[in-house]
Nanobody
Framework: QVQLVESGGGLVQPGGSLRLSCAPS????????MGWYRQAPGKQRELVAA???????NYADSVKGRFTISRDNAKNTVYLQMNSLKPEDTAVYYC???????????WGQGTQVTVFS
């Protein structure tokens, strides 16, 4: 079964930057939307940023101006550039992809981002 594989998480001090990447482990055809979600301990999973196949983006208010989502349609890869990181950005970040037609949804296993002083 095809899954998404995230990379790029880690430990960083406040004000620092990280870049997350996500690509499928196999072939997924006709991906419609791709996005990043995060889940902090004791909290529900929330949308961080999303991007359509045409490049239209959407961001959570808490990350606007600091995070940038982008994608490479040829590689079915999505990126999340995170700048000016804050301790409240600490969470497990998950990649998601939705396919055209049947709206099948794919998830990654998550990558930990920890922002600490």
């Amino acid at each position: 079964q095809v899954q998404l594989v995230e990379s790029g998480g880690g430990l960083v001090q406040p004000g620092g930057s990280l870049r997350l990447s996500c690509a499928p482990s196999g072939s997924i055809f006709s991906i419609r939307d791709m996005g990043w979600y995060r889940q902090a301990p004791g909290k529900q999973r929330e949308l961080v940023a999303a991007i359509t196949s045409g490049g239209r983006t959407n961001y959570a208010d808490s990350v606007k101006g600091r995070f940038t989502i982008s994608r490479d349609n040829a590689k079915n890869t999505v990126y999340l550039q995170m700048n000016s990181l804050k301790p409240e950005d600490t969470a497990v970040y998950y990649c998601n992809a939705v396919r055209f037609g049947d709206y099948a949804s794919y998830w990654g296993q998550g990558t930990q981002v920890t922002v600490f002083s």
